[in-house]
């Protein structure tokens, strides 16, 4: 069998944490009297903490100063964290385990990349750490998708080229900055919104181990 690379998102993808995120954001939207709905959260998906704070305070009009932002980023995380001490194998998406068992099996490369800084505490939390020969997250970066670098540092990680690599992503920034890097595609989540990628299932319940298999070919 061939060998293809292939590259996970976090958030969204393999486990949904954007539930804690959505929290701890709004906590501080509270605290500032800014209204922040799950729809506004959409606004925050594949975004950098920094980005994300801004677009709260723009969402309620609110001046700060660079020492506010930076107690309320130092906050979020420390909220978000909390969150994150009872995570475990429960929050893997459904249908996530038994494709990364099959590309294990099938001695495929895997890699994680994320704009997370805390990707490595939640892969040891949920028992997938194992599964993943690289990692490349938050910390590693300087540019946010869609930028294409954390997609590129993987398959590079991986000996792989990004021709023969293939994304599952749940953002629009995520799916473009897979095309931008040459690669192969693959959204999860509704196709009104990523309609970008060159492959889109609701979810990897979705996902037969055939198609797969097709990918590695």
């Known amino acids: 069998m061939n060998t293809k690379a292939f590259i996970f998102d976090l958030d969204g993808v393999i486990v949904d944490t954007a539930k804690y995120h959505y929290l701890a954001w709004q906590k501080i939207a509270n605290e500032l009297k800014i209204e922040f709905t799950h729809e506004h959260n959409e606004l925050l998906k594949g975004v950098?903490?920094?980005?994300?704070?801004?677009?709260?305070?723009?969402?309620?009009?609110?001046?700060?100063?660079?020492?506010?932002?930076?107690?309320?980023?130092?906050?979020?995380?420390?909220?978000?964290?909390?969150?994150l001490v009872d995570m475990d194998e429960s929050e893997i998406l459904p249908g996530v385990f038994p494709i990364l068992k099959?590309?294990?099996?099938?001695?495929?490369?895997?890699?994680?990349?994320?704009?997370?800084?805390?990707?490595?505490?939640?892969?040891?939390?949920?028992?997938?750490?194992?599964?993943?020969?690289?990692?490349?997250?938050?910390?590693?970066?300087?540019?946010?998708?869609p930028d294409p670098e954390v997609f590129l540092m993987a398959a590079k990680l991986l000996n792989t080229t990004p021709e023969n690599s293939i994304v599952f992503e749940d953002s629009v920034a995520g799916i473009q900055a897979a095309n931008i890097g040459n690669m192969t595609s693959i959204g999860i989540g509704e196709a009104s919104t990523l309609h970008e990628a060159k492959y889109i299932f609701k979810d990897f319940t979705e996902i037969e181990t055939s198609f797969i298999a097709s990918l590695i070919k």
């Open 48 to 83: 950098s903490r920094v980005r994300s704070l801004d677009i709260i305070l723009e969402l309620g009009k609110v001046e700060a100063s660079q020492e506010d932002k930076d107690r309320w980023l130092v906050q979020k995380n420390e909220d978000y964290l909390s969150y």
């Open 102 to 145: 099959f590309l294990k099996e099938n001695n495929q490369p895997i890699a994680l990349g994320s704009a997370s800084k805390n990707a490595r505490p939640i892969l040891e939390k949920t028992g997938l750490l194992s599964y993943f020969d690289a990692i490349v997250d938050g910390n590693d970066v300087t540019n946010a998708k």
